[in-house]
T-cell receptor, first 113, second 111 residues
């Protein structure tokens, strides 16, 4: 029972490069989320999805894109990376009524130089 | 959106009971209150969730007064391993976009 799996764990990007952060869950959860966490701060919602084929913006969506082609996977795409996107990115999933709350992945630490 | 206010930090000692209070004055009728724990370099972990009165599980208790404008997370007999950041979240269970993480409370436990 893996829960929420994120890859890679660490990545260094140069300004202007692109990359995809992978997220997969094996709990058959309908809801999936992407958050970013800057040092010493709380989590900010980037994008979320309520099911395959349905995504919507959160608090800080600029510079990111997502897709949800299957229930299990929810990749986050960074286009034209900027230093302001240096952060730790967490993917999470939950069932519809969040009885047991969100289940978070272990995070991807991204540095843009 | 229901905004939450928590103390920025708290200190306590091993074996003590720790109570962290969260204020959520504009909580809506359908909102639930959920607490998470986060250790450094890890994602937050669900602790407890409640709607009103008292909820207890194997790790914590959650006290919610009748007006639901605040809630208190109670950690009994804390240990050094309880040193973490604790987040209080308020939101409708069925609405993903309305769940906001604040800055949390940084709890430090001393020997």
């Amino acid at each position: 029972n893996a829960g929420v799996t994120q890859t890679p764990k660490f990545r260094i990007l140069k300004i202007g490069q692109s990359m995809t952060l992978q997220c997969a869950q094996d709990m058959n959860h309908n809801y999936m989320y992407w958050y970013r966490q800057d040092p010493g701060m709380g989590l900010k919602l980037i994008y979320y999805s309520v099911g395959a084929g349905i995504t919507d913006k959160g608090e800080v969506p600029n510079g990111y894109n997502v897709s949800r082609s299957t229930t299990e996977d929810f990749p986050l795409r960074l286009e034209l990376a900027a230093p302001s996107q240096t952060s730790v990115y967490f993917c999470a999933s939950s069932d519809y009524d969040r009885v047991t709350g969100y289940t978070f992945g272990s995070g991807t630490r991204l540095t843009v130089v | 959106l229901a905004k939450t206010t928590q103390p920025i930090s708290m200190d306590s000692y091993e074996g003590q009971e720790v109570n962290i209070t969260c204020s959520h004055n504009n909580i809506a009728t359908n909102d639930y209150i959920t607490w998470y724990q986060q250790f450094p370099s890890q994602g937050p972990r669900f602790i407890i969730q409640g709607y009103k009165t008292k909820v207890t599980n194997e790790v914590a208790s959650l006290f919610i007064p009748a007006d639901r404008k605040s809630s208190t997370l109670s950690l009994p007999r804390v240990s050094l391993s309880d040193t973490a950041v604790y987040y209080c979240l308020v939101g409708d269970k069925g609405s993903a976009s309305k769940i906001i993480f604040g800055s949390g409370t940084r709890l430090s436990i001393r020997p």
